[in-house]
């Protein structure tokens, strides 16, 4: 089991950059593939990157370009670099962790309670 804290959310201007934070309690962090979601106010929650245990990654084409994903598995952490943010972008986002490397929600077993993303424009 994990327990998953996101961290690094904001507010900022379009064009700008956040760096979110999604950190894991006990030893076993590494042993996860890791996703990143988010979801906008009146919208479903939808896929925006995943890492594999290794650093594979994949980039939803709606961010691909703007936002990558990685992680450091001695600081049980993953990251998600937002740049050229847009008021669209404006979300809670979610950290989520499961065994599979996959872009849908229903593999992923544990989630963080969601840091929010506010761009202005």
């Known amino acids: 089991q994990v327990e998953l804290v996101e961290s690094g959310g904001g507010l900022v201007q379009a064009g700008g950059s956040l760096k979110l934070s999604c950190t894991g309690s006990?030893?076993?962090?590494?042993?996860?593939?890791m996703g990143w979601f988010r979801q906008a106010p009146g919208k479903e929650r939808e896929f925006v990157a995943a890492?594999?245990?290794?650093?594979?990654?994949m980039i939803a084409d709606s961010v691909k370009g703007r936002f990558s994903i990685s992680r450091y598995n001695a600081a049980n952490t993953m990251y998600l670099q937002m740049s050229s943010l847009k008021p669209e972008d404006t979300a809670a986002y979610y950290c989520?962790?499961?065994?599979?490397?996959?872009?849908?929600?229903?593999?992923?077993?544990?989630w963080g309670q969601g840091t929010q993303v506010t761009v202005s424009s």
């Open positions: 989520a962790a499961g065994d599979s490397f996959t872009s849908g929600q229903s593999d992923y077993v544990y």
């Open positions: 006990g030893r076993t962090f590494s042993a996860y593939n």
């Open positions: 890492i594999t245990r290794r650093g594979g990654n």
